[in-house]
């Protein structure tokens, strides 16, 4: 499988600054990469998708102004979480879509990064 | 709408066997996945089944009824490491995967 790494593992931060949260494709080119957040005890939720080279699709409820996306190249998407408080303390997590025939659905993931706004 | 529904919670014994359900409603169907995702990580893949039948991968099995919108995750030789969340997800007419709450199983000596 795919090998994903997202940087940092875990972020402390004030209310009303921004952070950015950077995922790695390793292993092969990525065009397509998802960005999902989870709250304690809760499923993944799909904040958005990242495509390489073109403005991210974000899922209802989320906010594109708040979560930026920028998605510059085949190895690397990035999320900005701008303003943050304490309401977006959450575990984000990034995944990649393999390119890879029968897997092709198959989603790959990053560590995770647990972001914790004070 | 769509819908997946798994057990919130499972409790099961070292040694044992024990089997998680699925149910789904999904507007198109491409296959289902059961992650694994211990806690404070991220998940990690078990298995897709998109034809009807049971898939066998070592200690675990899936399981998928395309005409009764179910599945089952079978684990067996229960160890405590599989002490973790399982999480049931569908791939729908998009492409896009919908994920269940995830089901917390917890082993006991």
């Known amino acids: 499988g795919a090998v994903v790494s997202q940087h940092p593992s875990w972020v402390i931060c004030k209310s009303g600054t921004s952070v950015k949260i950077e995922c790695r494709s390793l292993?092969?080119?990525?065009?397509?990469m998802f960005w999902y957040r989870q709250f304690p005890k809760q499923s993944l939720m799909l904040m958005a998708t990242?495509?390489?080279?073109?403005?991210?699709?974000?899922e209802q409820g989320v906010e594109k102004d708040k979560f930026l996306i920028n998605h510059a190249s085949l190895t690397l998407s990035t999320l900005t979480v701008t303003s943050a408080h304490p309401e977006d303390s959450s575990f984000y997590i990034c995944?990649?879509?393999?390119?890879?025939?029968?897997?092709?659905?198959?989603?790959?993931f990053g560590p995770g990064t647990r972001l914790t706004v004070t | 709408g769509q819908n997946i529904d798994q057990p919130t919670e499972m409790t099961a014994t070292e040694g044992a066997i024990v089997q998680i359900n699925c149910t789904y409603q999904t507007s198109g169907f491409n296959g289902l996945f059961w992650y694994q995702q211990h806690a404070g990580e991220a998940p990690t893949f078990l298995s897709y089944n998109v034809l009807d039948g049971l898939e066998e991968k070592g200690r675990f099995s899936s399981f998928l009824s395309r005409s009764k919108g179910y599945s089952y995750l079978l684990l067996k030789e229960l160890q405590m490491k599989d002490s973790a969340s399982y999480l049931c997800?569908?791939?729908?007419?998009?492409?896009?995967?919908?994920w269940g709450a995830g089901t917390k199983l917890i082993i006991k000596p």
């Open positions: 995944s990649v879509r393999s390119p890879h025939g029968t897997e092709l659905y198959e989603q790959y």
């Open positions: 997800a569908c791939l729908d007419s998009n492409y896009q995967l919908i």
């Open positions: 990242s495509n390489e080279g073109s403005k991210a699709t974000y």
């Open positions: 292993d092969f080119q990525a065009t397509t």
